[in-house]
């Protein structure tokens, strides 16, 4: 539900909790918007997409991180020997 002052310039009901949200996402930031949105949602009893999420965070300066795959760790002497069988294929 939006609450409003001005019917011209809505404000959103998270606003009534931006100190909390800033803090604890300041302390530990979510990664997914997702898991911001389940934490407001759990926390304000405010349930949002996790779009409109994502526009409140960049609103309040509070940026995602992003994730990505950590690659395994290499083993030299297997890449040794595939490296000398497949040289020698040709």
Request: proline content about 6%.
């Amino acid at each position: 539900m939006v609450s409003t002052i001005d019917s011209n310039h809505p404000t959103s009901d998270l606003e009534a909790h931006r100190a909390s949200i800033v803090e604890d996402f300041k302390s530990r930031p979510p990664a997914p918007a997702k898991e911001a949105a389940a934490w407001i949602e759990k926390m304000t009893g405010i349930s949002r997409s996790a779009q409109r999420v994502r526009i409140f965070m960049k609103k309040i300066g509070i940026s995602f991180r992003k994730t990505a795959a950590i690659p395994a760790k290499s083993d030299a002497e297997k890449q040794d020997e595939f490296k000398k069988k497949s040289w020698n294929l040709k």
